[in-house]
């Protein structure tokens, strides 16, 4: 059994080797790429080998938060996930998800989305966010010291520093100070950033104050903030300490 993240599949996927694909982030954005004029090769159930593909609505596809679709290539695969009891007391109980009682609330809200933006509206998103990525991502390789991690092909970014005098800690802390939302990362020490429909108009913005905040964080003076500090610190430390922290933190945080 093999799992691929996003697009990153290849012909490995037969008869003989099956995956699940991960589709969860770019859900609304990569089925309409080729349609955009962009090739991003096959990821879906084109490939023989593919069994489930897993997708989150209330992402790129701008529905409420709590939406996430698990899509099986038949119903005999499907059937691998249902729970049955006969046995129960209260009768015969059978599910085909893990949550038994759920919210009918974002599931409408969902469709709802759907139902208002269309294929058409999908589309455009699309076309805006694909474009755009590829847009950040060739600015910010023009960047001397800024090295792209990956390829971005869809609507992430990923990028490191490739400069000695630039700590990317640091630099994250710099970028956040100008009111940008960013995900620091961990292996490799990295900056994640999402192109969506509230800043794809922005990307130039972002590569000005990316200069800007590496010209401040050559100057060694700038501290860390928030996930920044963490990630900076737990660096040093050994990973069994790590997780005791992350005990204690979810002991605090679920304390009645």
Not at 86 to 95: E, I, N, R, S
Request: net charge positive; proline share 4%.
């Amino acid at each position: 059994f093999f799992f691929f993240n996003d697009t990153a599949t290849t012909e490995i996927y037969t008869e003989q080797i099956v995956g699940s694909v991960r589709c969860v982030q770019e859900t609304d954005i990569i089925p309409f790429a080729e349609e955009c004029g962009y090739d991003l090769g096959k990821y879906d159930f084109r490939l023989k080998g593919v069994t489930t593909i897993s997708i989150d609505p209330h992402k790129y596809g701008l529905g409420p938060k709590g939406v996430s679709v698990l899509l099986f290539r038949n119903k005999k695969i499907r059937r691998y996930s249902f729970f049955k009891s006969t046995q129960w007391p209260g009768g015969y109980y059978a599910t085909a998800v893990l949550g038994g009682s759920r919210s009918g609330g974002p599931i409408a809200g969902a469709w709802a989305a759907m139902m208002y933006l269309g294929k058409p509206g999908y589309l455009d998103q699309a076309k805006k966010i694909l474009d755009g990525t590829h847009l950040l991502a060739s600015k910010l390789a023009e960047i001397p010291e800024i090295k792209i991690i990956g390829e971005p092909n869809v609507c992430l970014v990923a990028f490191t520093s490739n400069s000695k005098k630039v700590d990317i800690y640091q630099l994250g802390s710099c970028i956040q100070k100008r009111g940008w939302s960013i995900l620091v990362c961990q292996n490799p020490p990295c900056i994640h950033f999402g192109l969506t429909l509230a800043n794809i108009e922005n990307v130039g913005l972002f590569v000005k104050d990316v200069k800007a905040s590496i010209e401040e964080a050559k100057t060694g003076k700038v501290k860390a903030l928030g996930v920044s500090k963490m990630y900076g610190a737990s660096a040093s430390l050994p990973e069994n300490m790590v997780e005791e922290g992350l005990d204690v933190l979810l002991d605090c945080v679920n304390k009645l």
